[in-house]
């Protein structure tokens, strides 16, 4: 037991899930045109017309009304509501007309009743209100319905299941149970298709029934064409009561006699040729006959029967009616005197004239008037309407526009305006009388064709710009735009045809066939078009557009020999010529010592048994100078450019520099590399003087020599003492060795003393000096410590005494400073 309802329960919970996606995927009335979705349609709507086929015999003719409705109810968009301008879908609550059986979602519809009504009552005053049952009109036929009718449930089309479930196969909306309603016009029987969208089609019942003349005998027909004409004469009397009916069989009335007459005239004193089907007519003279009074003539025109007593016979009345009087015909009836006293005109005053005949009087009386507005008051004649110049403010029905009719009473004529606002479809304007609230939907149906036009869907006006076209099963019937004969297959479509994938098999310069697809009508990216006007402006979408494009370049392999005839490879054919492999040519020159050196190219062989690896007139020329090695010492190149063989001798001078580096020596290149050691050296020496410097400074003496110069000087200097105030002439060599020195004699020695002792007495006074400035600061110092007043007794001063050498050494000191500076400058004076 415990598996079994565990079995149910998952059960249950698959079929919840199952139908649930079905509701998911189904909830859409604008689903895809797959093949799918269409063998699936038609199972619905042979399941959907079995019962009325089998009893008519698989006759379908009379469904195509009733087919188109349920086409579109499976249709992508063409199920749209008008008020809404929505598409329905399968499971949303919908209300149908009975009148022209368009859908409409069931809320909108009960909001279209409710605006409707309250449009219709909202200028009724209270009294009025509720008296009337006012009615509501369908949006698309104005079809009226009854309050009462306003719908509030959701039903399927047949009407007897409330709130019918979503069944992926059955047509949306409906119950899957026989329609079973009344065929119209009534005939007794019901539909027997399953409970559908639009008009039910015609009964298909067999019924026996004679033709309209009752002449032929009765046959058996479909009830829906059970009125048939025998087509023999009708034969029944006309109303003229002459002829017969000559038109074939038929239903209803006959058509009145077209034959003509000639009738007479109601008095009978005229004939005329008229419609035998108006036999009675009126002549225009009047009757003329005598009265029975004998005194008058009967003054009515052309009738029938006796003329009647004479009017003037019998009591008559005054012209006021108040007094009557019995007088012969031939006698007018006298006025009475008294007032008249008739109702005017104004149907407030009376006439005040006396009793008299013809019409009374306009009435002339004044009063005091009031417009019809209201607003003002004016005396003035009572026959006279007063209207004064005020205009009417108040807003008119529509809610929109102000009366301005003059002087209103208050009723203000609907508004005479057209609205004139364009419509939701946004193709036509409304048509109506300016309104309140908003216009009503676009009555209008749409043909959406495919590009061929064989395949139509009927949909509302104004949805046709976002509904897509439908799907067309027909193949594209549109000429190929490229070369080939015939286009790949493919079906009917908008816009351009797909790009040919066909191959191009156009033949090349070369012989072969394009390998390609198809390239008469490539898009190819146009770029630099636009220039943008800023840094605000959005950038543009690329522009494509179409053409053609030339066959690429043949690529079959073909081989090749390069120009230097170096290797073989295979080429395509486009580029299939003698290439260059970039390899050095190689090739051995005129010179014998180099090779060419240019990347591979083409080469002229002057005879046939030439060498293959010989250069020929293309290889270049070697302009490289004479690269073989010189004899030893000669710096000079070969004259003569690169060359097979030996080089000559060199005949240049050779631009050398002396020993010394001073002159400039021009000598032979071939005496100077042929010289041995000691001539070279007296090639090179200038026969001057060496200009070099000895270590003791002196220049050599010795002729322009290689290598060091001799250390023997024999150049004679002065040589001093050390205080520089003794000299002699020595040689210089004996100076450099040692061998010679001069010393200073007592003078000397006296002279050093006495600068030392006066250097020594300087020093000595500059620190007693400085002792003396020291002790000056101490006894300032503890005189701040103290802090003495200014009114005690200051302290005797001790006086020191100053030495005599601190009295008169600036006397002594400046002269002999002189003395000293004045024997200095003679001493440097003399050793020079």
Not at 386 to 406: N, S
Request: net charge positive; proline share 8%.
């Amino acid at each position: 037991l415990s598996s079994l309802k565990k079995f149910d329960e998952i059960k249950k919970a698959n079929q919840a899930a199952a139908k649930k996606l079905v509701e998911d995927q189904l909830s859409s009335s604008s689903e895809d045109d797959d093949e799918d979705a269409e063998v699936k349609q038609g199972k619905i709507l042979d399941k959907t017309f079995t019962i009325y086929t089998s009893q008519t015999d698989g006759d379908a003719s009379e469904l195509e009304r009733t087919r188109q409705y349920m086409n579109d109810a499976f249709q992508s968009g063409a199920m749209t509501c008008l008020i809404c301008i929505a598409s329905v879908k399968r499971n949303q609550a919908v209300w149908s007309c009975c009148g022209c059986f368009c859908i409409f979602h069931l809320v909108c519809i009960q909001k279209w009743a409710k605006d409707s009504l309250f449009l219709v009552s909202s200028p009724l005053t209270d009294d009025d209100f509720g008296k009337k049952d006012y009615p509501w009109p369908c949006p698309k036929c104005r079809f009226e319905y009854k309050r009462s009718e306003t719908p509030s449930r959701y039903y399927c089309y047949c009407g007897k299941v409330e709130n019918p479930t979503v069944d992926p196969w059955l047509v949306p909306h409906s119950c899957g149970q026989i329609c079973e309603r009344e065929f119209k016009p009534s005939c007794g029987h019901k539909c027997l298709l399953l409970c559908h969208p639009g008009p039910c089609p015609p009964c298909p019942k067999m019924v026996t029934t004679t033709c309209h003349c009752k002449k032929a005998k009765p046959v058996p027909r479909r009830c829906s064409t059970k009125e048939w004409s025998c087509r023999l004469p009708c034969g029944r009397t006309l109303l003229c009561g002459q002829h017969a009916c000559e038109n074939p069989c038929h239903a209803g009335d006959c058509q009145p006699c077209p034959r003509v007459s000639k009738q007479r005239c109601i008095c009978g004193r005229q004939t005329a040729e008229r419609l035998c089907a108006s036999p009675q007519w009126q002549c225009d003279q009047v009757c003329g006959k005598c009265l029975p009074c004998g005194n008058h003539t009967c003054e009515q025109v052309c009738h029938a029967g006796p003329c009647g007593d004479c009017p003037r016979s019998g009591r008559r009345s005054c012209p006021c009616g108040k007094t009557k009087f019995t007088l012969p015909c031939t006698e007018d009836v006298p006025t009475c005197g008294d007032s008249c006293d008739k109702v005017l005109e104004c149907g407030i005053h009376k006439c005040s004239q006396r009793c008299h005949r013809g019409p009374c009087e306009i009435c002339r009386q004044e009063v005091e008037k009031q417009c019809r507005c209201g607003k003002h008051t004016k005396r003035m004649p009572c026959h006279k309407p007063y209207l004064c110049e005020t205009k009417c403010t108040k807003i008119r029905d529509c809610q929109k526009h102000q009366c301005r009719r003059k002087c209103c009473s208050g009723n203000c004529p609907p508004c005479d305006q057209v609205c004139g606002r364009t419509l939701g479809c946004r193709n036509h304007k409304c048509p109506s009388g300016c309104h309140r609230g908003s216009c009503n939907p676009c009555p209008e149906i749409v043909d959406v064709k495919c590009n061929c036009g064989k395949t139509v869907i009927k949909v509302p006006c104004g949805r046709e710009r976002t509904i897509r076209p439908p799907k067309c099963k027909q193949l594209c019937s549109r000429p190929p735009t490229c070369h080939h004969s015939t286009q790949e297959k493919h079906y009917c479509h908008f816009g351009r045809c797909p790009p040919c994938r066909q191959p191009c098999q156009k033949t090349l310069k070369c012989g072969h066939l394009c390998p390609v697809s198809c390239h008469d009508e490539a898009l190819v990216k146009q770029t630099g078009v636009h220039q943008s006007a800023g840094p605000w402006e959005q950038p543009s979408e690329p522009a494509f557009i179409q053409t053609a494009l030339p066959c690429p370049p043949c690529e079959v392999p073909i081989p090749v020999e390069c120009l230097g005839q170096h290797e073989v490879s295979p080429l395509p054919c486009h580029s299939a010529h003698p290439y260059s492999c970039k390899r050095f040519c190689g090739r051995l020159l005129d010179c014998q010592n180099h090779t060419c050196m240019k990347e591979c190219h083409r080469v002229t062989k002057l005879n046939s048994s030439a060498d293959g690896k010989k250069a020929g007139p293309e290889c270049s020329q070697c302009e490289e100078e004479c690269s073989k090695p010189r004899p030893a010492g000669c710096p000079h190149r070969c004259v003569l450019p690169c060359h097979p063989g030996d080089c000559p001798s060199c005949l240049q001078m050779l631009k050398i520099k002396c020993h010394c580096k001073l002159s400039v020596l021009y000598i032979e290149c071939l005496k100077l590399t042929c010289a041995d050691l000691k001539e070279k050296e007296l090639l090179i020496s200038c026969k001057n003087q060496c200009p070099k410097e000895l270590p003791c400074g002196h220049r050599c003496k010795e002729i322009c020599h290689s290598g060091s110069c001799p250390l023997n000087c024999s150049q004679k200097v002065k040589l001093r003492c050390l205080c520089k105030r003794l000299k002699k002439e020595v040689q210089c060599s004996k100076i450099q060795e040692g061998q010679v020195s001069l010393e200073c004699d007592a003078l000397c020695k006296e002279m050093k003393r006495k600068a030392y002792e006066i250097k020594e007495a300087e020093a000595k006074a500059a620190l007693e000096e400085e002792k003396r400035r020291q002790q000056a600061e101490l006894e300032a110092f503890e005189n701040r410590l103290k802090g003495r007043r200014k009114n005690k007794r200051r302290k005797d001063e001790v006086e020191v005494e100053q030495s005599s050498w601190q009295k008169y050494k600036n006397l002594i000191m400046l002269p002999v400073f002189g003395v000293a500076v004045v024997l200095v400058a003679w001493l440097m004076v003399y050793n020079d």
